[in-house]
């Protein structure tokens, strides 16, 4: 019994020591969007695409992380949610205008995007809404 508490406190203590955390004066962008899948393209398929392909290439070229997130409860079902992670407000603004569109850097870039979301149109389309937060 006390090899299980000693072991307990040492996994709990190295899972806090390398846990994620969110800096403070990082950007939180909080998408909550709605598939509309064609033919008999499943949700699964579609963020199978979507996780594999559209994913890195944007995190790489807009400097963030981007999660996935599943609905679990309150006013979003049936749909998903996107959780973009930038380490600045000012990465998030080198790209965007402060209306929440792209800016002329950012529809560069976001050509680098437009086979990848040609090819998962093809699934299906995505709208929906956001909210950015900073990290206090």
Known sequence: ???????????LFSASAF???????AL??????????NGSTTEAEYLA????????????IFDCEVHVLNYVRGTSENKIGLLFVFKNAAIRD???????GLNEAGKVLWTKLDPIEAELSKLGTRSGTYIDWGVR
Do not use: D, R
């Not at 299980?4 to 996994?11: C, D, K, N, P, Q």
């Not at 080198?94 to 929440?100: I, N, V, W």
């Open 28 to 37: 939180i962008g909080v998408h909550n969007v709605t598939l509309k899948l």
């Open 94 to 100: 080198k790209y965007s205008t402060p209306e929440g």
């Open 19 to 25: 846990g994620q955390m969110i800096p403070k004066g």
């Open 1 to 11: 019994m006390k090899n299980i508490l000693i072991l307990s406190a040492f996994l």
């Open 49 to 60: 695409a979507f996780e594999s392909k559209f994913i890195p290439v944007f995190s790489k």
